[in-house]
C-alpha cells in the first residue's frame, strides 16, 4: 500500500497544484496545459528522488520545494500573459489603422473615377500655367 | 538562450530541460524550477520553439522542440555572448 494513503496529511502535490491553479490567469485551456506539466513534473522529479533513495513522501516534499513559491510561477504566468495581452492589442490597433486608411484611400479613387476625364486633363493644362494645385487627387 | 540551447542538443519536456542544464552547467544555476513553464511558454509565443503531446515511456508529456527562428535567434544570442564575455575576460586579463 502507498505510504501516503496511511496517513490523513494532505498530498504534497495536490496541495501545490490546487494552490497554483487558484493564482493563474488566462484561458481554462491553457491553465489546464500548463497544470499538466507542473504536474508530470512533480511525477518526474518525486520518482527521481524515490530512486536516490528518499521515502515517498520526502520525494514529493523535495519536488515541490524545488518547483518554487507558488506565487512566483503565477508571477512568471501572469506576466507572459500581459505581454501577449498587450501583443494582441498592438495587432488589433494595427489592423484598424490600415483598415481606416484602405477606406480612405478607396473613397478618395472612387471620388476621382467620377470626375470627366476631358475636364480633368483641361484643368491640368490651365494649372501649369498656373498652380499644380488643382490636379491633385480630391480629398488631398 | 540556455533553453534554446538545451532544445537545441533533442527536443524535451519541462522536467528533462531542467537535468540537462543542471547537468551541463554541473549545477552552477540556482533557480525555482517551475519558473522554466511561463518562459518556455513564452518562447513559443516567440515561435522560438514548437511543443505537442507525445507519450514518453508510456506517459503523455508536453515536449519542446527548437523552432528555425529559435536556431537563428540562438545563434545571435551566442554570438553576443561569446563578445560580451570575450570583452570582459580581457578587462580582467588587463587588471
Same mark, same amino acid.
Given at each position: 500500500? *502507498?505510504?501516503?494513503?496511511? =496517513?490523513?496529511?494532505?498530498?504534497?502535490? *495536490? /496541495?501545490? !497544484? %490546487?494552490?497554483?491553479?487558484?493564482?493563474?490567469?488566462?484561458?481554462?485551456? =491553457?491553465?489546464?496545459?500548463?497544470?499538466?506539466?507542473?504536474?508530470?513534473?512533480?511525477?518526474?522529479?518525486?520518482?527521481? &528522488?524515490?530512486?536516490?533513495?528518499?521515502?515517498?513522501?520526502?520525494?514529493?516534499?523535495?519536488? /515541490?520545494?524545488? @518547483?518554487? &513559491?507558488?506565487?512566483? @510561477?503565477?508571477? +512568471?504566468?501572469?506576466?507572459?500573459? #500581459?505581454?501577449?495581452?498587450?501583443?494582441? %492589442?498592438?495587432?488589433?490597433?494595427?489592423?484598424?489603422?490600415?483598415?481606416?486608411?484602405?477606406?480612405? !484611400?478607396?473613397?478618395?479613387?472612387?471620388?476621382?473615377?467620377?470626375? $470627366?476625364?476631358?475636364?480633368?486633363?483641361?484643368?491640368?493644362? /490651365?494649372?501649369? #500655367?498656373?498652380?499644380?494645385?488643382?490636379?491633385?487627387?480630391? +480629398? #488631398? | 538562450?540556455? @533553453?534554446?540551447?538545451?532544445?537545441?542538443?533533442?527536443?524535451?519536456?519541462?522536467?528533462?530541460?531542467?537535468?540537462?542544464?543542471?547537468?551541463?552547467?554541473?549545477?552552477?544555476? *540556482?533557480?525555482?524550477?517551475?519558473?522554466?513553464?511561463?518562459?518556455?511558454?513564452?518562447?513559443?509565443? $516567440?515561435? !522560438?520553439?514548437?511543443?505537442?503531446?507525445?507519450?514518453?515511456? +508510456?506517459?503523455?508529456?508536453?515536449?519542446? $522542440?527548437?523552432?528555425?527562428?529559435?536556431?537563428?535567434? !540562438?545563434?545571435?544570442?551566442?554570438?553576443?555572448? %561569446?563578445?560580451?564575455?570575450?570583452? /570582459?575576460?580581457?578587462?580582467?586579463?588587463?587588471?
Amino acid at each position: 500500500m *502507498d505510504e501516503r494513503t496511511t =496517513t490523513a496529511d494532505p498530498v504534497p502535490r *495536490d /496541495v501545490y !497544484l %490546487r494552490d497554483v491553479a487558484g493564482r493563474l490567469a488566462g484561458s481554462r485551456r =491553457t491553465r489546464t496545459r500548463l497544470l499538466a506539466e507542473i504536474r508530470d513534473h512533480l511525477d518526474d522529479a518525486a520518482a527521481a &528522488n524515490r530512486s536516490a533513495g528518499m521515502h515517498p513522501l520526502q520525494a514529493e516534499q523535495r519536488a /515541490v520545494e524545488l @518547483l518554487g &513559491n507558488p506565487a512566483s @510561477l503565477a508571477e +512568471g504566468w501572469e506576466a507572459r500573459c #500581459s505581454r501577449l495581452r498587450r501583443r494582441r %492589442r498592438g495587432r488589433a490597433a494595427m489592423l484598424i489603422a490600415t483598415s481606416a486608411i484602405a477606406s480612405i !484611400l478607396a473613397a478618395a479613387q472612387h471620388a476621382d473615377g467620377h470626375r $470627366d476625364p476631358a475636364a480633368t486633363a483641361a484643368r491640368c493644362r /490651365v494649372a501649369r #500655367s498656373s498652380t499644380a494645385a488643382d490636379c491633385r487627387p480630391p +480629398g #488631398s | 538562450m540556455l @533553453l534554446l540551447a538545451a532544445l537545441q542538443s533533442r527536443p524535451m519536456h519541462g522536467y528533462a530541460i531542467i537535468e540537462y542544464v543542471r547537468q551541463a552547467s554541473a549545477g552552477q544555476f *540556482d533557480y525555482a524550477e517551475g519558473t522554466i513553464y511561463p518562459a518556455l511558454r513564452r518562447l513559443e509565443d $516567440d515561435g !522560438l520553439v514548437h511543443s505537442r503531446w507525445s507519450e514518453t515511456e +508510456g506517459r503523455r508529456r508536453r515536449t519542446y $522542440d527548437i523552432s528555425a527562428k529559435g536556431e537563428r535567434a !540562438l545563434s545571435g544570442h551566442r554570438s553576443e555572448w %561569446r563578445r560580451f564575455t570575450k570583452g /570582459v575576460e580581457a578587462v580582467l586579463e588587463h587588471g
